[in-house]
C-alpha cells in the first residue's frame, strides 16, 4: 500500500495563501487520479478537486477561481495551490489516491489530513 502524507497546513488571515503538498511514497505503484478533499468543523467531507495522471483538474465551484491543483509524477506529488482564502475555506483538508499495483491491482489511499484555519 502507499502512504500519503499532507504538509502545508496552518493558520491564515483571508485573503491569504497557503500551498499543500501530497507525498505518495513506499511502493512501486502507478499513481492514477488524485484529489484534494475537505471536511469543515461540523460537515461532511467534501471534494475539493481532482487531478488526472494527464493533468487534467476538476475543481468544486466553490474553490474555482482560487485553488488549483498540480503534480510533479517524478515526485509522486500532489499539491493544492490555496489562493484568496476565505473564513469557510476552514477544513481538515485529505489527500485520496487511487493506485494500480505492479501486479496490477487497484486500490486507493487516504492521507490523514492537514488542519487549514482561515481566521483574522
Not at 105 to 117: D, K, M
Amino acid at each position: 500500500q502507499v502512504q500519503l502524507v499532507e504538509s502545508g497546513g496552518g493558520l491564515v488571515q483571508p485573503g491569504g495563501s497557503l500551498r499543500l503538498s501530497c507525498v505518495a511514497s513506499g511502493s512501486r505503484s502507478t499513481i492514477n487520479d488524485m484529489g484534494w478533499y475537505r471536511q469543515p468543523p461540523g460537515k461532511q467531507r467534501e471534494l475539493v478537486g481532482t487531478i488526472s495522471k494527464d493533468g487534467i483538474t476538476n475543481l468544486a465551484d466553490s474553490v474555482k477561481g482560487r485553488f488549483t491543483i498540480s503534480r510533479d509524477n517524478a515526485k509522486n506529488t500532489a499539491y493544492l495551490q490555496m489562493n484568496s482564502l476565505k473564513p469557510e475555506d476552514t477544513a481538515a483538508y485529505y489527500c485520496h489516491a487511487n493506485f494500480t499495483s505492479r501486479l496490477g491491482y487497484i486500490y486507493n489511499s487516504w492521507g490523514q489530513g492537514t488542519q487549514v484555519t482561515v481566521s483574522s
